[in-house]
Nanobody
Framework: QVKLAESGGGSVQAGGSLRLSCVAF????????MGWFRQASGKEREGVAA????????YYGDSVKGRFTISRDNTKATVYLQMNSLKPEDTAMYYC??????????????????WGQGTQVTVSS
């Protein structure tokens, strides 16, 4: 079992930056791959980024490539999502997720076993 706790959401103007954090509590080998997903009102959950503990490979959704960076600190059991050049269309609830499996090249929600409660990101124009 892994419990995930996100923080760092908030409101920002377009072009601004935010950094999200997610702390994982529990058996560390249940969180080989940790990812960020987002869900805007009325839309499906979308894979944003993922990082694999075993090889440090990272994966990004097309809409955030070049603007968002995922990283992890295994000593703190924490994964981060640095979000730069934010756009109004980035507005969503952001969720941290974990799976004991390796990451997919495109983050897919169905592959993840454990989920946080989410943190809201709002970008105004």
């Amino acid at each position: 079992q892994v419990k995930l706790a996100e923080s760092g959401g908030g409101s920002v103007q377009a072009g601004g930056s935010l950094r999200l954090s997610c702390v994982a509590f529990g058996y560390p080998y249940n969180s080989r791959c940790m990812g960020w997903f987002r869900q805007a009102s009325g839309k499906e959950r979308e894979g944003v980024a993922a990082i694999d503990r075993a090889n440090e490979r990272t994966y990004y959704g097309d809409s955030v490539k070049g603007r968002f960076t995922i990283s992890r600190d295994n000593t703190k059991a924490t994964v981060y999502l640095q979000m730069n050049s934010l756009k109004p269309e980035d507005t969503a609830m952001y969720y941290c997720a974990a799976t004991p499996n390796e990451c997919d090249s495109v983050p897919r929600a169905a592959r993840y076993n454990f989920w946080g409660q989410g943190t809201q990101v709002t970008v105004s124009s």
